[in-house]
Nanobody, 126 residues
């Protein structure tokens, strides 16, 4: 299964690094997506990274502020978040799928992913 960590309360302009660790399977063969869901809103794709780490995508709202990366030796994917804004407040989820999904037009669709973590809360507030 997948386990997210690293969430918390941060002031606007601050930074957080989320981690998505896998247990029971090897992440090397999986594309990973980060999603977020704010109260009353639909789950939104934030970023994705392909299995090899060479292809990434981001939603426009986080481009230039968030960076997705992976360390397959640690079976972990990261989401580095900088210049956080109150509108980034949400529960953040990571998801995995063993298919080519990190391409424009489909990567942000939650139904494309097979495995999900339980989520970690990120709150940006002064």
């Amino acid at each position: 299964h997948l386990v997210e960590s690293g969430g918390g309360l941060v002031q606007p302009g601050g930074s957080l690094r989320l981690s998505c660790a896998a247990s029971g399977f090897i992440l090397d063969y999986y594309a990973i997506g980060w999603f977020r869901q704010a109260p009353g809103k639909e789950r939104e794709g934030v970023s994705c990274i392909n299995s090899g780490g060479g292809i990434t995508n981001y939603v426009d709202a986080v481009k230039g502020r968030f960076t997705i990366s992976r360390d397959n030796t640690k079976n972990t994917v990261y989401l580095q978040m900088k210049s956080l804004k109150p509108e980034d407040t949400a529960v953040y989820y990571c998801a995995a799928v063993s298919k080519i999904v990190c391409i424009a037009g489909i990567w942000a669709e939650p139904r494309k992913y097979d495995y999900w973590g339980q989520g970690t809360q990120v709150t940006v507030s002064s």
